[in-house]
Structure formats: structure tokens, C-alpha cells
């Protein structure tokens, strides 16, 4: 469509307009009080003067009632207010004490009393639960909870299964697995792929835009409280379709305080291992997590009105990752020592653990069971500062860095050890928000901030892999292939992909303005965000072998290397989000909410121009400075808030949402690796002592992007109703729905095709017909060349979710607090994760199933229980925490090995039984079958899985269903008080307190004559960091 020039300027002024006078809600880190005041006969009272005062700080904020007797109170940081009301006539009214949380819209209603001058009506905070000024789905994760409940690992992000929709991480996650002492990337809620999430921290955008995963985890001890919406947002809140993680952090208030403690965890506390059996030495675990807070007024500057909060927190672990795998059998180590392909790939075998023998129906199995050291070291420090420069203008500053450095023992799922890699990191994030009052009824937020990541990852396993009979055209040591054996479920080597290293910073400048006016409550903002990023990554490539035998002749299935011997690249990309949004109250009993965002998101573009991309049109390659652009992105959000009683006790709400997401720049991070600047190859069915050489003559195997690439959406739906029951407790049930559309999709659009009856397949691109660019002194690709499987980043992916949320909770009632949820829900889509490909590239709906991570249901229930003892320092200060979590399974994706499409590990199988699914006898070598039934690849009388060499299985994609997951973790706190100022905090953590064994996924992998496919050999990652047993943690702590 072509615009007029006096179109555009229009358009450009007014986005200029929105982000310099008006300004951005992406990220709302205050709260707003609201409210009617009435006198005793329900009339409305106008003018009535209400004042908002800071406990913490002492600041205080005035307005004034409107006719129709509503205040509204925006921007207020976080925190406990006592609130007043003030008429003449009426008795001074007194609200003790109010807790607002982040981005938390709060009622409270007051009826003042007929009385003489000076008489004061004094009441506590109503402790309703009830959300009855916005259509938002979510839920405030306080302090109390933060502090008290118990986290494997102390990472905030774990508390995201408090909330409902939200789930345990699938076993093949990729973002939401835990990085050993940093805790998880990312994680799944409400139906959303793990890469659509939106993590800030006091409204500044946290998210390493690689691969859209949270940059790092702020400290438990900095984070004053979060909160996670999951469903309809309104329209201040844009870039991602997921969910919004938005994180308030801890501020000084008048009074000093400070706090110091230590956690301690060892291996010798712990139960031991499923996999880990009787005899063998417990694998080691010193966990040593210590750190201090100070804060307070800030001596002889602005009295009163500045405020400091320090923090330092390290960790020092050590751990001993557990491994388990099937080996090769004593006869296949001494066939493995003749191999054909000579002694130097013979020494492979001694890269492979000796494994415990044993047999079963005459088949000999071998399983080794080994620990990896893995160490984790961090230091992470931050400073914030609270300032009210005027009574209309207060600043709020914060800045956090951490170093850390890690062993990771078995990345990519490898099984054996010493095959991981090491990664050193410093990470920054600095915000600043100002807030100017021009009227009581007119608010600006203003935000400035950035986030920055340094990280280089080098693998532990550093000899060339030509040492071994692998020549790989590599001209760096870099170690191994990525090299899996199927029947054995074996995999070691690698990693692929390492050494890599990635420098990403992205700076945020956002304003957010506020206007009351009568009945409306009118937010209206923009946003502009500046991404910087530098990667660079090289591989020894990944070599499949079908079965044990093949690997000891050298006979891969397949071998690829996507990217050798490449450059780095640095990567821009700029985006602009603009929004309007209206709170319309149109009577007491019923708001309108209703909005319109409007998203730019810049075309990426490389410093050196070093986008190659493979073009279908030309068949050949060419340099592109913009690999796509799609900018068409409105999305309107609409929604209400219905009070059914008027008396703020049963409410309905619903909302609809159109959310977009940013696409990730791991979309084109491929392009910098295509000839000439590098030489991405695989093939099929070869000798590992040829396998670059004949995968280089196979043709090349570039990455390419849709230059119509859009932008992928997610239409977000909800229909729930509350019920306050009074004394503080809240019921919420309601319908949860979405469904995504042009969702990233990576399809290889080169994929091997075959006439009826053929045995060789041909691919839609076979050679190159136009010669590519030349670039600096690499010569262009000549026409001619051959071509392998072509990554294409499509965006034809599409998702749907349905579910039923039901939340009950509780606020601090005789000492006791929880929250109690379940969910109900089915998710389906073509590919759980942005990278990951289909069975039939060329029919992307027949993948079209189960998502990975799907459950059918999910309970929590977590408490906090403040033990009524009384009497003396020995009976006071007890308190209890709990956490439990029951899920059923993830789908499992049955498998073969088969390269029928030119690749392997997409192709499923055909069902000709019904097999059986759930534990059995384990085995006398502790794996465990899980699914029983023989694989073949000719039909055969018992067979279950047919494997074919030829065509596609007719096996729905994640059609059976996984072991489920059930976990109790317990704190018990002794609080003592030492002085009036000075406390001593004894902890005890239990988690997994029943020691229930959570299992991972099955080998699934259906190949013909294995015998570890369908077996469990490792337990399911616990939430934390450390395996699936009974481990306890012991902890001290001083406050001052």
C-alpha cells in the first residue's frame, strides 16, 4: 500500500508527539489507589480532601474527590500507605494501613461519619483479594512471599507456579531449563511459547533479545515483590504476547535497617538419587549462598526526602552433576577397538564410561553411571536510590551488576561426562524513573534505563576432533562433533555450536502520562527500545548414528555443520510502541476499559552488511540490508469490570486482547553465518572419516528468511468472576482462552521429495542458478553449487489454548496466609519452540498437536503460617511455609532415526499396536521402561513402532503422555528477638520433603533392535538447582 508524503509526516508527528509530550506503558511499576467516600446515608461526598501517606517513607500525596465523590491516586510506589479522608461536617477518617503492590489498581472505599470537629474514625485496611478496576489477569507476588516461602535456589522466577496457568517446566525445555546457580530463563503460562515473555525490572525492559530470555534474576533479597500478568493486558503493555513479569525492588525508608545472612547446603543432608544406587558415593553438593542489605535515609542531604538501599549478594557452589546412560557392552568395546575407520577413531570407546552388564532375554546391556563437576561462582551487587526532589516531583534510581562463571557438565543433553562447557558473564541493568505531579489529577512517569550482557561460553573438551578420525574443516580446536548414538541413547561430544560468545546491550526511554478527568482515567504513552548485539559461535558440527554397530564402523545417519569457521556479526535493531488506554468508570457498579497500541518494529540490520540470505526466487544468494519488514501491527484492547451488588463483593470481568510479538534476533543471527562468510554443510547416510569432504560436495546448507516475515500474534481472551467471602479470603473462577497466529516457524524448504516408487529424492532447489555476492576477500557462491536442507524462518506456526483458572486465596488471618490454584487447560500448536522444526516441512499443519508443554492439570497450594505461640523468646517468632505442587505429564514426541527428508529427529513413526505407557519393573540396571513396545522397520507380528526408511509416520506428534510431577517443599523459622532493634532468624528448608521421585522423559527415539528406547535413566530437574530428592538447606540471618 503506498502513503501520501502528507501522510507520513502526519504519522511521524504523531509519534514524535507521543513519546516526547505523553508517554509509554510498557512497563507500569507504580499503583494507583481508587475509591468513592460516601456519608452515612450512601450519598456521594465531593471535594472531600484525601491524603496518601507514605509508612515507609513519610512522603504524602493530597487530592480531592470529584463530584461524583472518586479519587483516583496514580503513580504511588509500592508500599504501605495510611489513608485519610477529610469533609467538613464529617469525623476525619482513617485507613491504618493500605498495601499497594506493583501495578496493582487498589479500592478503597470511605464512609465518613456526621461528627463535631477534631473526632477521628479510625479502621484497618478491608483485605479483599478482589481485582474490580481492571480486565487484567494477574496476580501480585508480595514480599511475605517472596521472603518466607520456600525456593530451590532462591531465584524469584520460580514463583511464577504460585500463579494459576502457569506450569513446571517440560523435561526438553530449552529457556525454561535452570541454569545451575542463576536459575531459569524464562518459563510457560496461559498457553505462550517460553521466548514470549516481557521481564522488567521497576518498568525497564530485562530481556537479552537474542533469543528473549531474562537478561538475569535480580537477588531475592532485592526484590521487594512482582508481579506476573498472563492474560489480556491493557494497552500500555506491549512487545511480547506471553506474559509480563514486572519486577518493584526494594527502596530505603527513614528509619535504618540492615540484614545480613548465610544458606548452607551439602550433599550430606540429602537423600540420595534415585539413579544414584546404594554403594556408590553420593554425588557432591556444597552450596554456600551469603550476602547484607543496608538502608535508610541518606545523612545531611535533602532531609527526609533521600533514601538509600545497598545489597551484595555471592554464591559459591560446587556440585556433581549425575549422569546416566547405555554404554556399549563389553563385546562392542572390543568390536570398537578393530573399528575400519583406524586407532585414532578407536579411542573414541575411551571417551566412554565401562558400564555395569547385565541381560535380559538374552540381549546384554550395559549402563555407567558418573557424576560431572559442575561449580558455579556469582557476585551480584545493586544500589537504590529514593528521592523527592519537590512535593510534585520524587526520582527513583536503581543499578545492578553481576559477575558470574560456571561449569555446565552435560549441555545438549549429553549423557556421559566431561562434555559441557564453561561460561564466564557480567551483566548489568540500570533504571531511572521520575514522577511529576502537575495536578492532583494530572501525573507524568518518565523511565530511562538499560540492560547489558557479556558472556562467552567455551567448551571443557578441547582437542581436535581430527585426533580421533573426524576431520571436520575446522581451523580452531574446538573439540568433538555433537555425536548421538539412537538405539543406545547415547550422546556425548560437542557441544555444538561452541565456542560462542554473545554482547548485547538494549536501552529503553519511555513516559507514561496520567489524566483524570471525571469519569475517565485516561493513560496515553510511548516507548523507544535500542538493541546493540555481537555474537560469534563455531562448531565441530553433529554427527547421528543409528546404532551401536554403525558407530563402531563409522557410518553416520547424518552429519551437519551450520556455520564453519564464521565471523561475528553486530546486529541493530530499534522499536517504537505508542498507546492510548481509557478507564471508564461509567457507573459505581461497572468500568469500561478500552485501548489502542501501536507497534514499530524495526528491521534488523548488521554494522558490516553481512546479511546473506538464501533467495527461492533467484535460487541463489544475495546481500540484503533489510531481510524483512512488517510494521502493520495495531493492537486493540478491550474489557470490563462489572460489580454485580455495588458493594464490591461478587465481580465479573472479561477482556479481549490483540498482542504482537517482537521477533527475536535469533530470526536472521543465521544469515551472518552463509557463504561466503562461512560454510554451512550437512548430509546423510557417510563415513565419519569423509564427512565434512562428502557434506561439503552434498551442498550447502544455508539459513534464510521469509521477506515477508510477519510478526506473530496471540488473541487473548477471558471471562472470570470473584467472590470476596469476607475476613480476607477471595474466590476466583474463570475461562482462559488464546490462539497465536504467524508464530515463528523454521522449515527446510529444500527438503527431499520423492516421485511414487522412487527410493532417491529430489529437492526443489537443487543447485545454485545465479552466482551469489563476493564478500571482502571471500569469493561469491558460483552458479552450480550444490544445495543441501535450507533453514527457512517462516511464520506459519499458529497455537490455541482453553482453560479454567480457579484461585482461592487468603490474606494474613490469625496468622495465616495462602493461595490455593488449579488449572485446567489443553494447549496445542505445530512447535513449542521458535526454533524447532516439523515432520513435513512442505505440510506444517500435520504437526499440528499437543504442545510440549501441555498439562491437563495443575495444583498448587502455598502457606504461610505464623505459629500462635506466645510467652517467651523460646515460643515466639515460629513460623511455618509450605509449598506443594501436583501436575500431571507433558506429551512425549515418539521419533526415528530416519534422514527421509534429508534430516534426522522429525520423522515419527506408525502405530500398528497399542503400546503400554507408565512405569514398570525397572530394570536390574535401574532404567525404568516406561513405553514397552519393539520398533521396527518392516511390519512384523508384535511390532508397535513402525520405522520406515521411506515416507512419513502417521503417529500424532506428542501423542503420549510423560511421567507427571509432585513436589512439597517446607521452611520452619525461629525469629529471636535479640533487643528492640535486633533480630536473630534460624531457617530450615526441606525440598522434596517426602523424597518422591520425579522422573524424566523416556529415550524416544524409536529405533529398530534398541533396547534403551522407551526407558527412563535420569530423574525430572527439580525447581532449583539440583536434582529430584529430598535436600535440605539450613540458613542464619540478622536483622538490625
Known amino acids: ?43 456521594v461526598v465531593p471535594n472531600a480532601r484525601i491524603t496518601v501517606h507514605s509508612l515507609a517513607t513519610g512522603i504524602e500525596r493530597v487530592i480531592v474527590t470529584d463530584n461524583a465523590g472518586v479519587y483516583v491516586v496514580p503513580s504511588l510506589e509500592p508500599g504501605d500507605y495510611q489513608v485519610q479522608a477529610a469533609a467538613s461536617g464529617f469525623s476525619l477518617f482513617t485507613v ?132 506476573l500478568i498472563n492474560s489480556t493486558f491493557s494497552a500500555e503493555y506491549g512487545r511480547s504476547s506471553g506474559s509480563v513479569v514486572n519486577v518493584a525492588t526494594r527502596s530505603g525508608a527513614s528509619t535504618y535497617h540492615g540484614e545480613a545472612f548465610n544458606y548452607l547446603r551439602n550433599n550430606y543432608f540429602d537423600a540420595r538419587n534415585y539413579f544414584n544406587r546404594r554403594g556408590s558415593r553420593q554425588n557432591q553438593f556444597i552450596r554456600n549462598n551469603f550476602g547484607g542489605a543496608f538502608s535508610g535515609p541518606v545523612p545531611f542531604i535533602m532531609k527526609d526526602r533521600l533514601f538509600f538501599f545497598v545489597s551484595y549478594e555471592g554464591l559459591r557452589q ?110 548489568q541493568i540500570g533504571t531511572i524513573n521520575d514522577v511529576h505531579i502537575f495536578s492532583p489529577n494530572v501525573v507524568n512517569e518518565a523511565r530511562l534505563g538499560f540492560n547489558r550482557i557479556a558472556i562467552n561460553f567455551s567448551p571443557n573438551f578441547t582437542a581436535l576432533s581430527s585426533d580421533y578420525g573426524i576431520p571436520n574443516g575446522v581451523t580452531i580446536p574446538i573439540g568433538l562433533p555433537q555425536i548421538t548414538v539412537s538405539d543406545l541413547g547415547l550422546n556425548f561430544g560437542g557441544p555444538s555450536g561452541f565456542p560462542q560468545g554473545r554482547f548485547v546491550t538494549t536501552g529503553v526511554l519511555s513516559n507514561t502520562l496520567t489524566i483524570v478527568k471525571g469519569k475517565h482515567t485516561i493513560k496515553t504513552g510511548g516507548e523507544f527500545r535500542r538493541f546493540i548485539g555481537s555474537n560469534f559461535s563455531n562448531t565441530a558440527g553433529v554427527i547421528s548414528f543409528s546404532t551401536t554397530q554403525n558407530f563402531i564402523n563409522g557410518l553416520a545417519n547424518s552429519f551437519a555443520a551450520n556455520g564453519v569457521n564464521p565471523v561475528s556479526s553486530r546486529i541493530f535493531i530499534s522499536a517504537v510502541g505508542a498507546f492510548v488506554q481509557d478507564t471508564y468508570r461509567v457507573r459505581p457498579d461497572l468500568i469500561l ?23 527461492p526466487t533467484i535460487v541463489g544468494f544475495k546481500q540484503v540490508n533489510q531481510p524483512y519488514k512488517q510494521n502493520n501491527n495495531y493492537e486493540p484492547r478491550l474489557g470490563f469490570t462489572y460489580d454485580v451488588m455495588g458493594k464490591t463483593k461478587t465481580i465479573v470481568r472479561a477482556g479481549f486482547g490483540y498482542m504482537v510479538d517482537q521477533p527475536i534476533i535469533s530470526n536472521v543471527t543465521g544469515l551472518t553465518t552463509n557463504p561466503p562468510l562461512s560454510q554451512p554443510v550437512q548430509t546423510t547416510s557417510v563415513s565419519v572419516a569423509t564427512a565434512f569432504a562428502s557434506a561439503a560436495a552434498s551442498g550447502l546448507n544455508p539459513s534464510s528468511v521469509n521477506p515477508n516475515f510477519k510478526n506473530g500474534y496471540v488473541l487473548s481472551y477471558n471471562l472470570n468472576v470473584q467472590q470476596d467471602l469476607g475476613h480476607g479470603a477471595a474466590l476466583q473462577v474463570g475461562y482462559i482462552g488464546s490462539g497465536g497466529r504467524h508464530l515463528r516457524l523454521n522449515r527446510n524448504i529444500n527438503q527431499l521429495t520423492y516421485a511414487p516408487g522412487a527410493t532417491t529424492g529430489v529437492r526443489p532447489y537443487p543447485k545454485t542458478l545465479v552466482a551469489g555476492p563476493g564478500f571482502g576477500t571471500s569469493p561469491g557462491v558460483p552458479a552450480g553449487t550444490s544445495l ?58 500435520g504437526s ?52 527421509y527428508t534429508g534430516a534426522s529427529g522429525n520423522i515419527r513413526p506408525s502405530l500398528l499396536g497399542t503400546p503400554s505407557v507408565g512405569f514398570h519393573t525397572a530394570l536390574a540396571n535401574f532404567s525404568i521402561p516406561y513405553i514397552v513396545g519393539s520398533a521396527c522397520s518392516t511390519p512384523t507380528a508384535g511390532c508397535v513402532f513402525y520405522a520406515p526408511t521411506l515416507g512419513f509416520g502417521t503417529m500424532q506428534r506428542n501423542s503420549l503422555t510423560g511421567p507427571g510431577f509432585s513436589d512439597t517443599d517446607m521452611s520452619l523459622q525461629k525469629t529471636t528477638r535479640i533487643t528492640e532493634n535486633v533480630a536473630f532468624v534460624l531457617r530450615m528448608d526441606a525440598f522434596d520433603v517426602f523424597n518422591q521421585s520425579n522422573f524424566g522423559n523416556p529415550n524416544l527415539t524409536a529405533t529398530p533392535g534398541s533396547t534403551s528406547f522407551g526407558n527412563i535413566t535420569a530423574t525430572r530437574g527439580a525447581i532449583g538447582d539440583a536434582g529430584s530428592s529430598r535436600q535440605l538447606q539450613f540458613a542464619a540471618k540478622i536483622n538490625f
Open 1 to 43: 500500500m503506498k502513503y501520501s508524503v502528507k501522510f507520513l509526516k502526519g504519522l511521524f508527528a504523531l509519534v514524535v508527539l507521543v513519546l516526547v509530550s505523553v508517554g509509554s506503558g510498557l512497563a507500569q511499576s507504580t499503583a494507583t489507589l481508587a475509591g468513592t467516600v460516601t456519608d452515612p446515608s450512601g450519598a
Open 96 to 227: 491504618k494501613k493500605v498495601t499497594l503492590g506493583v501495578d496493582q489498581q487498589v479500592t478503597v472505599n470511605m464512609a465518613l461519619a456526621v461528627s463535631s470537629a477534631g473526632e477521628t474514625v479510625q479502621v484497618e485496611a478491608a483485605s479483599s483479594q478482589i481485582e474490580s478496576q481492571t480486565m487484567t489477569m494477574g496476580q501480585v507476588i508480595d514480599r511475605n512471599t517472596v521472603q518466607n516461602i520456600p525456593l530451590n535456589g532462591r531465584h524469584f522466577l520460580d514463583l511464577t507456579n504460585l500463579t494459576p496457568g502457569a506450569v513446571v517446566a517440560p523435561a526438553n525445555g530449552f529457556l525454561t531449563g535452570t541454569s545451575r546457580g542463576l536459575g531459569a530463563n524464562s518459563f510457560n503460562t496461559a498457553g505462550a511459547r517460553e521466548d514470549a515473555n516481557n521481564f522488567q525490572i521497576n518498568g525497564i525492559n530485562l530481556n537479552d533479545m537474542t533469543q528473549n530470555q531474562i537478561t538475569f534474576q535480580p537477588s531475592i533479597n532485592t526484590t521487594s515483590e512482582f508481579k
Open 318 to 427: 560446587t556440585q556433581a552433576l549425575l549422569l546416566t546412560s547405555q554404554v556399549p557392552n563389553a563385546a562392542q568395546r572390543t568390536a570398537f577397538a578393530a573399528s575400519p575407520i583406524g586407532a585414532n577413531y578407536a579411542k573414541l570407546i575411551n571417551l566412554i564410561p565401562v558400564g555395569v552388564q547385565s541381560t535380559t532375554n538374552g540381549v546384554t546391556t550395559a549402563v555407567a553411571t558418573g557424576s560431572s563437576p559442575g561449580p558455579v561462582k556469582t557476585d551480584q551487587y545493586s544500589g537504590d536510590l529514593l528521592a523527592t526532589l519537590t512535593k510534585a516531583n520524587s526520582l527513583h534510581l536503581y543499578y545492578a551488576w553481576q559477575q558470574d562463571a560456571r561449569t555446565e557438565p552435560n549441555l545438549q543433553g549429553n549423557t556421559i561426562a566431561g562434555f559441557g562447557d564453561h561460561r564466564t558473564a557480567h551483566r
Open 593 to 615: 476499559e478500552y485501548g489502542l497500541r501501536y507497534e514499530w518494529n524495526g528491521t534488523p540490520a548488521e554494522g558490516g552488511h553481512r546479511f546473506i540470505t538464501f533467495d
Open 788 to 845: 543441501g536442507n535450507i533453514t527457512y524462518n517462516d511464520y506459519s506456526g499458529m497455537s490455541s489454548y482453553n482453560a479454567m483458572w480457579l484461585t482461592f486465596r487468603q490474606t494474613l488471618r490469625r496468622g495465616l496466609e495462602f493461595n490455593t490454584t488449579y488449572t485446567y487447560s489443553k494447549s496445542m500448536d505445530q512447535n513449542s519452540q521458535s526454533g524447532n522444526g516439523v515432520q513435513d516441512n512442505f505440510n506444517p499443519a
Open 848 to 899: 499440528y498437536g499437543l504442545s510440549d508443554f501441555d498439562v491437563r492439570h495443575h495444583f498448587v497450594l502455598s502457606a504461610i503460617w505464623n505459629l500462635p505461640f506466645q510467652g517467651n523468646r523460646l515460643k515466639d517468632g515460629w513460623l511455618v511455609a509450605n509449598v506443594t505442587q501436583i501436575q500431571g505429564g507433558n506429551p512425549l514426541n515418539v521419533v526415528t532415526s530416519s534422514t
